[in-house]
């Protein structure tokens, strides 16, 4: 199928190909095995300037936008979404400076990010806060002419390794869903340490951990817009970064495809392959259907973001939801026709089904992305259009 | 200092067809890469044109389509390319070709170093190198595995040279050519600033005419003095037999075998 790509657009998904073949798909395995923080293909990354394919050319960038980054993200998910991810959410971390940060803001930080000489993070999340953002505890008391942020965040990706962070903090608990900030910390600033490293189910060569502030000093140089404008910002990040993670979905999901379609052609059962019985060519076709779609709702969405719309959070959230239930499905289905050999860790696939889990829960659970839809469709109508 | 790295682009391995009437590899229409081995000559020049700030130029004698090759180089960070094509140098073997390249290579003197991948994967020859080195009249060590040093002042290259058994050290002086085995060093990727950079830049392309020092009768077939009679897959091999059990009843059957096959 092809989506009528630029011919830059067509050089960053064939560099991220090549490269997620020659330097993530040898080594996916033993990363998923000791979840070492996969620093060899960052630098590789860096290196082909593949960290700045969003970023503007004037802050060392490509000069790409949503779409030139899910395309690479795609292709890295295809040899291992763990990987991918931790690419992906240097993005995640960057696009709060990038889309709200000021000239001496993006000066100072984006080329170091665009050149993956630094990697960023985003921290939003804390125990008691997870959907229920509005719950962060985190806060941020303004003395003179710093902020002290004291609080921790959880399950943040990138943490500890990333050197860059943007956290939601509360500046005013009185205003609410208004009293949240942004501020760009600094890994190394006293007051600010990681805890350890969690053990997860799936992406296990992505690294997350806590972010734990304790009267951590940050200048006000570092406040991200203004005071009150958090959630407002997070919102944002999280819409703009949504369909990099339809795009994760979609590249796990192809990579199981591809991987239960091979298989089929060559297992041999009853004096002939399986991909000649109805069975599996249904399932295949299915997922194949399935993955094609997802694709192109997660272009169109990151498309629409790039073109500069201002309504995108439905068709972010369509991309994402949609594309993240398609993986699951997809890869529980390609475990399912490579059946033993699916079930076995000598085999790429169970690992794609543990990964593909994630897409579900994070950057917005399905759940609230499917509440997103809804009251956008509501208010819509509301509108009369 | 000025690097000049030669590259070839050779067909990607799977893909082959030979010309039945030149018996030798049709290029057009197929995948092409850059011959694996001269990856490693490209790194190699841009490792030590970012130590020592020298100007890179990448030099190769093919098709039109070559000039994707130099392409390629250029992404990865070399400054400059140039393409040698010309129906008159098709069907060269080693010496036309090192002739030829020679031409070129002193068209863009002065030079330090040249940088040659070791063999084709297509020719399997590794003679261009030395060839080029021999027409110009300059030193060379081939099956480089690790340059130590290059002093600029003194004009000297300190290198290894690997050989089956170990490696030798080995010292030249500049201009000088080396050829590059892949144990060197791990190419890098091109980047996306170097994909547009290539784009952009328009590499010259010199025929036989612009090689003014040239005689014609030396360049393609007519100064090829190995000319390819026939091009043949070997016979395929027959499966191997493997005994098993006491040495004494190995070692005779292995006797009864051999006489049976008249090889004793």
């Not at chain 1, 943490?159 to 956290?167: C, K, N, P, W």
């Not at chain 2, 020298?54 to 392409?71: D, H, I, N």
Request: net charge neutral; proline share 4%.
């Amino acid at each position: 199928m092809d989506y009528f790509l630029t011919e830059e657009q067509k050089e960053i998904r064939d560099l991220a190909r090549r490269i997620a073949r020659e330097k993530v798909l040898p080594v996916r395995a033993e990363l998923d095995e000791s979840e070492e923080f996969p620093w060899p293909v960052m630098k590789s990354l860096a290196e082909a300037d593949l960290f700045g394919v969003y970023l503007p050319e004037e802050y060392g960038g490509i000069g790409g936008g949503c779409f030139e980054l899910c395309l690479a993200v795609e292709e890295l998910s295809r040899a291992c979404g763990g990987v991918a991810v931790t690419y992906a959410a240097s993005a995640l971390g960057a696009f709060p400076i990038l889309l709200f940060g000021n000239g001496q803001q993006k000066e100072k930080y984006l080329p170091q990010i665009a050149a993956g000489k630094k990697l960023a993070a985003f921290a939003l999340t804390e125990a008691n806060a997870g959907s229920d953002a509005g719950g962060i505890q985190t806060a941020a008391r303004p003395d003179k002419d710093e902020y002290i942020l004291n609080g921790t965040k959880q399950w943040i990706t990138n943490g500890g390794e990333s050197e860059i962070y943007t956290v939601i903090a509360m500046t005013d608990k009185s205003k609410g869903s208004r009293g949240a900030s942004a501020f760009i910390v600094e890994k190394g600033t006293p007051g600010f340490e990681f805890g350890k490293k969690e053990k997860k189910m799936g992406i296990r060569a992505s690294t997350t951990r806590e972010l734990v502030f304790t009267d951590c000093r940050v200048p006000k140089e570092n406040l991200l817009g203004r005071e009150g404008m958090g959630f407002m910002l997070a919102m944002r990040t999280l819409d703009t970064s949504r369909p990099g993670i339809g795009a994760q979905a979609v590249g796990i999901a192809q990579g199981a495809l591809d991987e239960a379609i091979d298989y089929a052609r060559e297992r041999v059962q009853f004096g002939k392959p399986i991909s000649s019985f109805q069975a599996i060519q249904h399932m295949l076709a299915d997922m194949a259907t399935q993955v094609e779609a997802a694709r192109a709702l997660t272009y169109a969405a990151a498309r629409y973001i790039d073109s500069g719309a201002k309504d995108v959070s439905k068709i972010s959230a369509m991309a994402k939801v949609f594309a993240s239930d398609v993986a699951m499905q997809v890869t529980t289905q390609a475990v399912q026709i490579l059946g033993g050999y699916g079930y076995m860790r000598d085999y790429p696939i169970e690992k794609m089904m543990r990964d593909a889990k994630i897409t579900q829960i994070y950057e917005g659970t399905n759940q609230i992305q499917r509440n997103v839809i809804a009251l956008q469709l509501i208010k819509e109508k509301a509108q009369g259009k | 200092m000025n690097i000049i790295v030669c590259i070839k682009q050779v067909p990607e391995t799977g893909n082959v067809r030979i010309d039945p009437q030149t018996h030798t590899l049709i290029r057009s229409g197929v995948p092409s890469i850059i011959n694996p081995m001269d990856t490693y000559a490209i790194e190699e020049a841009l490792r030590w044109k970012e130590k020592l700030g020298a100007s890179t130029t990448v030099l190769t004698m093919g098709p039109p389509q070559a000039e994707g090759a130099l392409k390629e180089a250029i992404s990865m960070g070399i400054d400059h390319g140039i393409l040698l094509s010309d129906k008159k140098f098709a069907g060269s073997d080693t010496y036309a070709t090192a002739y030829t390249l020679a031409l070129a290579v002193r068209k863009l003197a002065p030079y330090d170093l040249i940088f040659c991948g070791k063999q084709a994967i297509d020719g399997d020859t590794a003679q261009v190198g030395p060839g080029l080195a021999e027409h110009l009249g300059i030193a060379h060590i081939a099956y480089v595995k690790k340059i130590e040093e290059i002093d600029r002042d003194g004009a000297l290259v300190r290198a290894e040279r690997l050989m089956e058994d170990g490696y030798e050290i080995v010292n030249i002086r500049m201009p000088c050519l080396l050829t590059v085995v892949k144990e060197i060093n791990e190419p890098r990727f091109p980047s996306l600033k170097g994909k547009m950079r290539a784009r952009k830049l328009e590499i010259p392309t010199w025929s036989a005419e612009d090689l003014e020092a040239g005689e014609m009768e030396n360049f393609g077939l007519s100064g090829s003095p190995t000319q390819v009679r026939t091009i043949f897959p070997p016979p395929a091999r027959g499966k191997g037999e493997i005994f098993g059990g006491e040495a004494s009843v190995m070692a005779q059957t292995l006797l009864e075998r051999l006489k049976a096959q008249k090889v004793i």
